[in-house]
């Protein structure tokens, strides 16, 4: 259970929180990705009140984790997920779920444009993932998600990209995608936070956070150029925004990484409390 989610029932809560551990959809040897919704939620406990806004444990509650132990196809996982979060879906909420791998994002992505008619996905990764392999994983899934028509390219905004493939930056100039280097938000943060407050202004917008685009080693990926937490909530204290909710992403287990996550989560309720 997630330390600050106190809430007797979902019926209560505004936020709801749902541990998704999918490792499936990483091409990578080393599989632990499954561990971070528990491992998320253990460091929830040595992060306390917030920085930016107040928290109020009583409007957070915690489904637990999709049981994912058993499933072997990665069809047969977003059929899962899908469904688990179709079950507890519900328009007046916001949700957070926790990774696992980022090809959690294809059905959460999916089921929310089940619910929602048009809305915003704002991509902090050091990966666009938008790269053109045969089937759909933590690599290629925003490519399929573009290629079905689910997302919107001109409502795709990328944050941290580092590291891309050459067909990766073929596809994100075919689709225009808009998208921001870790030099670009070091240089000028000021402006770029503003920008995509601009593009942003009133929509409704999907967060989906790869840990891997902050420089300090905390993603499975080690991706060297990167942003800091300061970049981050630079960005997201500048939105006005409703907010559907976010996903964290990737993670690889050691103390200070887990802190990371847990604070963002704990900080991005208290920031998208006060925007609303
Ligand atoms: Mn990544």
Redesign the pocket.
Known sequence: MFAHAQAKNKKDARWIILGIPQELGSLSKVKNYSEGPEIIRDASYRIFDTIFGDINPEFIYDCGDIELEDIKSLEESYSIIKQEIRNIYDLNKKYIFLGGD?SITYPIIKVLNDFHDEFYLLYF???P?CHPDPYIN??SFVYYLIKEKILNPENVVMVGISNLSFEEKKILDKYKITYYTPYDIWDRIEDISSEISDILDNKKVYLSI?I??FDCGC?H?L?PFGIRPYHYFKIIRNLKVDLIGFDLV?LYPNEFCENLAAKLIVENISIFDKQN
């Open positions: 980022h990764d050091a990966h993932d933590y690599q790869d891997d685009v993603g990926w991706e990737e």
